[in-house]
């Protein structure tokens, strides 16, 4: 546990206390059980997803002032209102259903309900896969709030749909919380970074000599070698999930939007510390090993990975651009023109700065669009065409 991360984040409650002990005790005995050394998304899939203490399968506040980190749903109704737009075009062309992939608070799905109400283009239904209870009782709290005539088209899955659809699949921030590997290339030669115990019984980064397997991803992914010390992360989950939910789609729009970067700047030789973020409070730091359970803990999106992976599940790579060039080319600016009064307009486009600026929101953040048997234009890509770099 690094003393300088725990210095700069607020105390715990003895309840939140006593909840990371249970969790680092889950973790302990894993990593007994496998000869002292986890492998980091193993270490993942436990204090994200472990029943009942899992960040994401327990019952903490996530999003927004009095969680982690705030979406960008949760910023302004503007996103779903531009979103809308893609979805929209998409169903007039060929009708059908959404389909949304952890649905954080419910506030997006509400509000595409809502604008998609307002342009008579609702889809015949709008469902929702989301694992965690927690989460699944605050959207229906939130689309419990819609009109009923919104309201009965929602339900929720706990798996894919068995029969494929037509229409929109929209993943928002998701790709993100997949379980992802590190590893570290020092002087040539490839590290797996794991989880192991100091002799006190603390959670501490272990490396070991990279597997095969391992050391055949990284060679392909920097064929030109690595830096003499380099650390940093893969998901090779990306591929198996996307192959997954594609089989869940026949005919339409899978919609990407996640923080992440083109593999050649993902991997460019100064991202020596990779991109593991940890937030915790609304403070980001880099220490995935304190407060365990706790804590959200992600890495930024290789893109050209999702890319390779929708090709081979036989989707076409449709688009990608930077979140600001999408929401531009989606309606943002007419959607804040649009205010009723000065004062509405004035919150609007504050709002859609940190939507659109670089330094907030809007270069940070991508959407990529993965289509099949669909040809119609992409509105939210109209202004830039970033396929190139991948």
């Not at 115990?197 to 030109?224: F, N, T, V, W, Y």
Request: aromatic residues 8%; glycine residues 10%; hydrophobic residues 45%.
């Amino acid at each position: 546990m690094s003393g300088e991360a725990s210095s700069t984040l607020p105390p715990l409650t003895a309840e939140q206390a006593q909840h990371a002990a249970a969790v680092v005790s889950l973790v302990r005995a894993a990593i007994e059980a496998n000869g002292g050394w986890l492998a980091f998304d193993d270490y993942l899939r436990l204090v994200l997803y472990a029943p009942g203490l899992g960040y994401y399968s327990a019952g903490s506040v996530k999003f927004g002032p009095a969680g982690d980190f705030v979406t960008a749903p949760e910023v302004s109704e503007l996103f779903a209102r531009c979103l809308a737009a893609q979805c929209a075009a998409a169903l007039e062309a060929i009708g059908g259903e959404v389909l949304e992939f952890g649905a954080g608070t419910g506030r997006l799905a509400a509000g595409l309900l809502l604008r998609l109400a307002e342009l008579d283009l609702l889809p015949e239904r709008y469902r929702i896969l989301e694992t965690s209870a927690e989460l699944r009782a605050r959207q229906a709290e939130t689309l419990g709030a819609l009109p009923s005539v919104l309201r009965s088209r929602v339900q929720w899955l706990d798996v894919p749909p068995e029969t494929a659809v037509t229409g929109v699949l929209i993943a928002n921030e998701v790709l993100d919380a997949l379980p992802f590997r590190r590893f570290v290339v020092d002087g040539g030669v490839a590290f797996e970074r794991g989880v192991g115990l100091s002799d006190a019984g603390e959670l501490i980064d272990a490396d070991r000599k990279a597997g095969e397997s391992l050391r055949a991803e990284l060679a392909r992914l920097a064929p030109q070698g690595w830096p003499t010390h380099y650390l940093s992360e893969l998901c090779p989950m990306v591929g198996p999930w996307i192959d997954t939910i594609g089989g869940a789609l026949a005919r339409g729009v899978l919609l990407f939007i996640d923080y992440g970067l083109p593999r050649h700047e993902y991997y460019h030789p100064q991202r020596d510390h990779g991109t593991l973020r940890c937030h915790f409070r609304h403070r980001a730091h880099d220490d995935p090993l304190i407060y365990p359970g706790l804590q959200d803990i992600t890495a930024w999106v290789d893109f050209t990975r999702v890319a390779e992976a929708g090709v081979d599940a036989r989707f076409e790579v449709a688009g990608f651009c930077t979140q600001a060039a999408f929401l531009l080319a989606s309606g943002i600016e007419a959607e804040v023109a649009a205010a009723p009064d000065p004062i509405a307009r004035a919150r609007l486009a504050s709002q859609a700065r940190t939507l659109l600026l670089p330094g907030e929101m809007g270069e940070r953040f991508k959407v990529m669009a993965l289509t099949r048997d669909f040809d119609e234009p992409l509105r939210g890509f109209a202004l830039q065409d970033l396929r190139r770099t991948l």
